[in-house]
């Protein structure tokens, strides 16, 4: 009995440890499989059950908001652009309306084309008493010297060109007038370069004809000839093949005028309408 109680106390202990390394893998065990419970049951994701209806009428809803940015975006461009076209309109009735009026103040100015001609018939007759001679010099000085021709206001017209803003023009009827407008105006801008060689040419030879010191008196280049203080009033040259040359300039610069004038009374005309025609388009008063 002595003998065994040793043994005994072995079994015991061997039994106590076996039992304690058998809990400590037990509770390793269940930390181990709560770590695995607690990383399964996380939160599923919100895209885990998802279904093709969802992701459609997600895709519906982005393409509806891009859409209707695209839409909104336009309109406002729309609203942009019809606001500048207005604004072209309104500025190219201003120059036409300013345009008019000049031309108006132009034509007053015709009665030079008679006053040329009459210094021609003086200059192509073989009569030049001092009367005759003293009426060339008036004629001469006072409408043969220039000619203020018409200037025209483009600003808008090569605004709406050379920016490539003609586009902005929606009416085709209003782009073609304004075209048309556009070319008559470039045929009377050469037509009045012509006119002012001329005239430039008939200046210069009239330096060797008319003796301009007769334009001056006390020290004072005056429009008129003083009778009193010229009597004998004279040419420069009483060659008459000069003075045929010269006559025949003076006629062909008249010719040139008329022509001039036909031309700026179409495009008065033709402004006139435009302007008509913009107002009623666009509803200017």
Avoid at 6 to 18: G, K, L, Q
Avoid at 109 to 134: E, F, G, P, Y
Avoid at 240 to 251: D, T, W, Y
Avoid at 264 to 276: A, F, G, K, R
């Amino acid at each position: 009995m002595a003998d065994n109680a040793p043994n005994n106390h072995v079994d015991n202990a061997n039994i106590s440890e076996a039992a304690n390394i058998e809990g400590n893998e037990a509770a390793i065990i269940n930390q181990n499989q709560e770590k695995e419970n607690m990383e399964v049951h996380h939160p599923h994701s919100s895209h885990g059950n998802k279904k093709f209806k969802d992701y459609f009428l997600e895709f519906l809803t982005l393409f509806i908001a891009v859409t209707m940015g695209f839409f909104a975006e336009n309109i406002r461009e729309g609203k942009v652009e019809r606001h500048r076209e207005k604004e072209y309109i309104e500025s190219m009735v201003k120059e036409l309306k300013a345009d008019s009026l000049q031309i108006t103040k132009v034509f007053q100015d015709t009665i030079v084309i008679r006053k040329l001609d009459s210094l021609a018939v003086l200059l192509l007759s073989n009569q030049h008493s001092s009367d005759v001679v003293r009426k060339m010099y008036q004629l001469h000085y006072r409408y043969a010297r220039g000619f203020e021709p018409m200037t025209f206001n483009r600003n808008t017209l090569t605004q709406l060109k050379n920016s490539g803003n003609m586009r902005l023009i929606r009416k085709q009827s209003v782009v073609e007038s304004m075209n048309t407008l556009d070319n008559k105006i470039t045929d009377i801008n050469e037509q009045r370069e012509v006119l002012k060689e001329i005239m430039l040419s008939s200046v210069k030879n009239a330096f060797s004809i008319f003796d301009e010191s007769y334009f001056i008196q006390n020290g004072i280049i005056t429009g008129g000839i003083n009778p009193v203080l010229y009597p004998g009033i004279k040419l420069l040259t009483n060659d008459k093949v000069q003075l045929h040359k010269f006559g025949a300039e003076i006629s062909f610069s008249s010719v040139v005028i008329i022509g001039y004038f036909y031309m700026l009374q179409d495009i008065y005309e033709y402004q006139n309408q435009l302007i008509h025609l913009l107002k009623k388009e666009y509803h200017l008063e």
